[in-house]
């Protein structure tokens, strides 16, 4: 503390200023501005911050894939499949939808938009994807599904039984969908699917790390086998 | 109530203790990380599936089997194919993984374009592929008119595969013999073939079975022929303590790894093998039942080697002790299977007939022809059964007036093509030339003295470049016509480049064209339909797609899903014979006795020029037909090339006796031509000899390769081999002034 804040803090008669008990610059009142301050950024960053950060977005149109999961027979590999050479598809192309789609199969209003808005028009659907990570993230389907036989809703949840599609919450910033980070700001997470950060990768990988000790160094999986 | 200064900063610290306690922070890092991954010039392949597309590399003569990853319509990497390994030895090279830089580059030609002279300033204006078709035509059929065909000629990078042929084919229903291929060790290969055992074909090397390699310059390790399978041979070789002999003038990386280094005076290589013969035949190690069974000429070979090549002679000749020469060829005759290789460099460059006869006489003194680990005799490809071509009376007084680079005649009878001369019957007389086609190549950068090139294509009253980049040839010429670049179109690749199992590359489009271009093969049927009559009659097809489709045949299915056909032929063996008049092999005849006793082709002298300039070839830089990615020009080092400027390597003593340190600037002159180079002290260079690498110095390309360093082959005359007529330069004279 300079010697002016000192002279400009304690007034110039260096008494206790008689009018108050918690004058400017007391101890209670500098508290009250610490907790004004605590709790302003406490509201800020629990409540205004998470509202800030995502926008919401809804889906060109209403998909059920409970409704589809019971017409097909091979599960969600019936529209999610493998390429031939290995590869994963990813979201449905038009191309897939079209396999049955090429006339009405209901009366729902949803396929009515898709017949034709897409369908009938050759567009491709613009889906949002919940799941979709960033650039620098290289993720096998096939080592994961195919390799490790893991099931779709250990990483995607329950997804497949669901009956609507869930608002799509874009992240201002990076433009990913809010479910890489998980629903909860804390990053806590109850099931394994809720987020799906490098956190949640390793966590894996470390638990069968038998399997994944591509670095010589710490036994471990390399930091190349995800980001190449 | 007052906000005092304490307050304020009671509020600041409240308001920071709780912002920490709440998750904005971390989150905040966290997106702002990945926010700035996504910044618009980042670049980022775009979302889309992921294909792999089995390929061909068509960047060198080893023909590399690829796989590209494709997502969406882009290709973002490119790999070696693994499964090929035993056609090039699996992997890619340097230049190979860099073919996208190639695809996406700055230096693309972006569609048909045509020369423009306005006020003596030259321009390219765009035209239409319909207009370029057309004026390709109308000076093709006015030449024909005017009964001049054989005044068109073609400069071809490759001869064999369907779209040379098709050239070829053009050329010789429309009236020209004039199709010449770019020089290659290839083509003294082949006439060796031709001479010693009758048959067309080329020279394949079982390195992957020998134990003892016996190198005459080439760059095993730095690119020669099919690189990786090289380099791979090589590492096995030392694994299994096998021997690797270089005789090179330079300590290059194939020196440095050898078990024994001869470090020999450039030229003299031919020298070398005859005396090592000498040594194996003298001291009876040669192997009787080969020489004697397979063989013909045998004792007037002996008595040549004894008359002219003693070890002591040799000696003189090659700057190596007469016993290591000795120790050497006794340790090659002793080998199980030995085997001595041929071509300097990357072998890009044809050596003389003498020197090539000569190595291959070593292979057959100790019967590693056609013999496991041996040098093993590969008929040509002859999978086109293409109808032949109705000659009409232009054509066939066109293809009667003989070829203008001599390639066949009387005078060079055991060859096929030679673009030097080419060049020097232009610069002769000008007119016989009218119209050329220049396909796959850049003659005037790649060919030595590159200036005199140019200076003959300035005569060429009209030019044709189908080059996909604007390189110094395409820069000559009066129409381009742009070439689609190996991953966007079809082509079949057949592989020599030393291979024992024959093998046709299939070269798929990985994209969709991005440019303006047209693929070569279709801007050849094209211009045959124009011209009408018989030449369109020779050429059946819709188009080139169907074309190769139909001349694959049964074999399309399989070449398009893994990139290319082997065939499974293993080895062919000496038992077979040979296709001479003895069905032996000619060790000697009055040819071949006429070419041994010549003398090896000498550099070019005049004035007074005490050193010897001697190029290197280098895996770090291409220099043929496509330019050096900026990837490549990356990893050259910066004793060889700095910013702009080339360097020059010399011995530490040579650099002392000229008065020129480390780094300092020098001219460097020879009898064609001189540049400006900076001097860099090497002890792996033989004293008197100059060392640059082939590759750098192009005029033009993009900001990345334009202007660095020099271009050798200004500085290098051609040195003709007189038995052959190839051009077997190998060096010239030089000298070096302190700038
Ligand atoms: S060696 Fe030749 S063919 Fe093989 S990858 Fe390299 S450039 Fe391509």
């Known amino acids: ?228 | 109530m007052k906000l005092s200064r304490r307050c304020f900063l009671s509020f600041v610290l409240g308001g920071a203790a709780g912002t920490a306690l709440t998750p904005l922070p971390w989150k905040l890092t966290d997106d702002l990380s990945i926010w700035s991954q996504n910044w618009p010039w980042t670049p980022v392949p775009p979302d889309g599936a992921t294909n792999f597309v089995n390929s061909t590399c068509e960047l060198c003569p080893a023909h590399c089997g690829i796989t590209v990853r494709t997502v969406a319509d882009r290709a973002v990497k490119i790999e070696g194919q693994e499964e090929n390994a035993n056609k090039t030895g699996g992997g890619a090279c340097l230049l190979g993984l860099s073919g996208l830089q190639l695809l996406y580059g700055p230096t693309r030609v972006q569609g048909p374009l045509k020369r423009i002279e306005e006020n003596g300033t030259i321009r390219f204006q765009p035209i239409s592929w319909q207009q370029a078709i057309d004026e390709v035509v109308a000076k093709m059929a006015e030449l024909r008119s005017q009964g001049k065909p054989q005044s068109v000629a073609c400069l071809s990078g490759r001869d064999v595969g369907t779209v040379p042929q098709l050239f070829k084919r053009l050329l010789k229903a429309y009236g020209s013999a004039n199709f010449v291929s770019m020089p290659s060790v290839e083509d003294a290969y082949a006439s060796a073939l031709r001479l010693t055992q009758g048959i067309d074909g080329f020279v394949g090397l079982d390195v992957e079975n020998t134990d003892f390699i016996l190198s005459f310059g080439s760059a095993l390790l730095d690119g020669y022929g099919s690189p990786q399978r090289m380099m791979q041979a090589v590492g096995r070789l030392k694994k299994q303590r096998g021997t690797l002999v270089q005789a090179e003038s330079r300590l290059s990386n194939t020196a440095a790894k050898a078990d024994i280094w001869l470090a020999i005076k450039p030229g003299s290589e031919a020298a070398l093998a005859l005396g090592m013969a000498q040594v194996i035949i003298s001291r009876g190690r040669y192997n009787s039942d080969f020489v004697n069974a397979h063989t013909e000429g045998f004792d007037s070979f002996a008595a040549m080697v004894k008359e002219k090549y003693a070890p002591s002679a040799v000696a003189e000749v090659t700057g190596i002790a007469p016993e290591v020469i000795a120790q050497t060829a006794l340790a090659f005759a002793g080998a199980k299977n030995p085997l001595a290789i041929c071509g300097r460099g990357k072998g890009q460059t044809p050596v003389s007939l003498k020197e090539v006869l000569a190595i291959q006489a070593l292979n057959a003194l100790v019967g590693s022809i056609n013999r496991k680990g041996g040098a093993q005799t590969m008929p040509t490809y002859d999978y086109l059964n293409w109808p032949a071509v109705e000659l009409d009376v232009t054509a066939q007084t066109g293809i009667a007036k003989g070829r203008l680079d001599g390639a066949g005649s009387d005078k060079y009878p055991h060859v096929g093509s030679l673009a030097h001369r080419l060049i020097e019957a232009i610069d002769a007389s000008a007119g016989e030339l009218q119209m050329l086609l220049v396909a796959e190549c850049n003659p005037c950068y790649s060919l030595p003295d590159s200036d005199k090139v140019k200076a003959a294509f300035e005569k060429i009253p009209f030019i044709v470049s189908f080059s996909s980049f604007m390189d110094e040839t395409a820069r000559q010429a009066d129409l381009i016509l742009p070439n689609h670049v190996y991953l966007e179109r079809y082509e079949d690749v057949p592989v020599m480049a030393g291979t024992v199992q024959p093998t046709i590359g299939l070269c798929q489009p990985v994209v969709s064209p991005l440019l303006n271009t047209q693929h070569l093969g279709d801007s050849i049927i094209k211009i045959a339909l124009g011209l009408q009559g018989n030449i369109a009659k020779a050429f059946p097809w819709k188009n080139y797609e169907s074309c190769l489709m139909e001349t694959l045949g049964d074999q399309w299915p399989l070449m398009s899903d893994q990139g290319y056909w082997a065939s499974e032929a293993a080895a062919s063996s000496s038992e077979r014979g040979f296709s001479t008049a003895s069905g032996k092999l000619i060790l000697m005849n009055g040819t071949l006795g006429a070419i041994f006793m010549a003398e090896a082709p000498v550099t070019a002298s005049g004035g007074d020029y005490p050193l010897q300039l001697i190029p290197y070839d280098s895996i770090r830089l291409t220099s043929g037909y496509v330019g050096t990615p900026p990837f490549m020009i990356k990893t050259v080092e910066d004793t060889v090339l700095k910013g702009q400027e080339g360097f020059v390597a010399l011995n530490p003593e040579t650099g002392k006796s000229l008065g020129l340190a480390s780094g300092d600037m020098a001219t460097l002159i020879t009898p064609v031509g001189q540049a400006s180079v900076r001097v860099h002290h090497d002890d792996g260079v033989m004293p008197g000899v100059l060392s640059m690498p082939r590759g750098l110095g192009h005029s033009a390309y993009d900001s990345f390769l334009a202007a660095k360093g020099v271009n050798i082959n200004q500085l290098i005359g051609t040195m003709e081999d007189p038995a052959s007529g190839l051009d077997a330069a190998w060096g010239i004279r030089a000298k070096l002034v302190k700038a």
């Open chain 1, 1 to 228: 503390m300079s010697s002016n804040d000192h002279v400009n803090t304690h007034g110039t008669a260096g008494e206790p200023d008689p009018s108050s008990h918690h004058a400017p610059g007391s101890f209670p009142h500098i508290l009250l501005f610490f907790i004004i301050g605590l709790a302003l950024s406490l509201v800020v960053g629990w409540g205004i911050f998470p509202k800030l950060l995502y926008s919401q977005k809804s889906q060109p149109f209403g998909f059920s894939h409970k409704v589809h999961l019971e017409q097909v027979d091979q599960g969600c590999q019936s529209c999610h499949f493998f390429r031939e050479d290995g590869t994963f598809s990813g979201s449905p192309r038009l191309a897939q939808c079209l396999e049955c789609h090429e006339e009405m199969q209901g009366q729902s209003e949803d396929e009515a938009i898709f017949v034709k808005e897409y369908a009938s028009k050759g567009r491709e659907v613009p889906w949002l994807v919940y799941a979709r990570q960033p650039d620098c993230v290289f993720f096998s389907h096939t080592a994961h599904v195919l390799g490790a036989k893991m099931d779709c809703v250990t990483c995607h949840g329950h997804i497949g039984t669901s009956d609507s599609l869930k608002p799509y919450e874009e992240n201002r910033i990076t433009g990913y969908s809010r479910d890489i980070w998980g629903p909860s700001l804390t990053g806590l997470k109850h099931n394994s699917w809720d987020r799906m950060k490098m956190d949640d990768c390793a966590e894996c990988h470390a638990k069968y790390d038998v399997l994944h000790d591509s670095s010589v160094q710490t036994k471990r999986d390399a930091c190349f086998v995800c980001h190449k």
